[in-house]
């Protein structure tokens, strides 16, 4: 009842081995208060906190805006604590903590250097605050939809920091990332409409400067009521744009969710259309399928 514990494994980044990705402690002092401790997703975007399981985007979370959960930490995991807890009847969510980030820049390629003699060994510091006007959403991991089952009107303010964060072989400066989003979602007669928006800020002191500026995303989607043979049928079109102060890069996503048990079993077709700054432009086409037990 008071001590609860999480452990998540997943293989990742094209080796052969498996990655503990989750692996932490939870004490649940009281039903709105909990301390996380170990490995977990340090407070951060909604994008970031529903990870690529529990959204309806394109069968994958916003990687080109919410960064972090595609180059910091393992798979966007930091070893740390953190408080997590509710208030005014679990309208009012917030968590706050303390992690290592030691990998913060892990798959950007930009050439994260952890052993400057320069850089000092600063904890990061992150935190979340979302408040929810409709239905409530209770739980510090959290989902990127709700598929029709709620009514939501949530926004949300999280940030993070680092001393020395950044830091290449020749250069130290501090890391920080804060963002707010919104997610809209009202049940109609034939279905329910969503609504996904965030903005993003990245800082790295000028030491990586394809790391550093301004991104944002909107997406939006509706789920039909109907079922069609085993599942529900969803339209959705995504935009992401990352301004960096190396170059742009815009993705717009177009696709169908076939949804047969929510998350538990779907299936995604999109197109996707990528534009960076100075390189060609990519089209794909991709159908992907989700299965989890």
Known sequence: KYIK???NSEKSGGNDSFQIIDAAGIFQFTPDM??????F???SSRANMAGPYYTSGDGYWANITARYGWNGGTIGRDDGVALVATAFDQRLAYSFGAFEADKIFEFSGVGDVTDNADQDDDLMYAGRLQYSFWDK???YYGTGNYLGTKDIFTIGLAGRHKGDGSASATEVGDYSQWTVDLLVEKKLAAGAVSLEAAYFDYDTDDVFLSEQGEAYYVSTGYIFNQRVGWGQFMPFVRYQSFDSDAGETERTDFGVNYFIDGYNASVTAVYRDLEREGLADQDQFVVSMQLQF
Not at 34 to 39: D, F, H, P
């Open 5 to 7: 514990g999480m452990f």
């Open 34 to 39: 909990a301390i996380w401790a170990g490995r």
């Open 41 to 43: 997703l340090s407070p």
């Open 137 to 139: 959403e209770p739980g």
